[in-house]
């Protein structure tokens, strides 16, 4: 059975940093994406990275560039979301999910609970 489950989140000042964790079972990192996304209030979702599982590469929001870092810890079957100079528009829940049908990140098609973060100003 897949799940995914996300810790790390809540309340933060701006210019904080958070470090979100997602545990991973029923699939192994190796070969397949994994992604975070958030869900801001009012808005659409929205992919801050993801781990591309053909070709290993990660790609970023051009809104988190340069201040979200997202690793993995293959035998630990963790993925990480380090968030540094997090602002307001930051806010949101945030997701983590796996492309296990194409593994490019192009559809999730297996997502976590979610876990807040909210930025104060």
């Known amino acids: 059975q897949v799940q995914l489950v996300e810790s790390g989140g809540g309340l933060v000042q701006s210019g904080g940093s958070l470090r979100l964790s997602c545990t991973v079972s029923?699939?192994?990192?190796?070969?397949?994406?994994v992604g975070w996304v958030r869900q801001a209030p009012g808005k659409e979702r929205e992919t801050v990275s993801c781990?591309?599982?053909?070709?290993?590469?990660?790609t970023y929001a051009d809104s988190v560039k340069g201040r979200f870092t997202s690793s993995r810890e293959s035998a630990g079957n963790a993925v990480y979301l380090q968030m540094n100079r997090l602002t307001p528009e930051d806010t949101g829940v945030y997701y983590c999910?796996?492309?296990?049908?194409?593994?490019?990140?192009?559809?999730?098609?297996?997502w976590g609970q979610g876990t807040r973060v909210i930025v104060s100003s």
């Open positions: 999910a796996a492309d296990l049908a194409y593994s490019d990140c192009s559809e999730y098609d297996n």
């Open positions: 029923g699939f192994g990192l190796d070969y397949n994406a």
């Open positions: 781990f591309n599982g053909l070709d290993d590469t990660t």
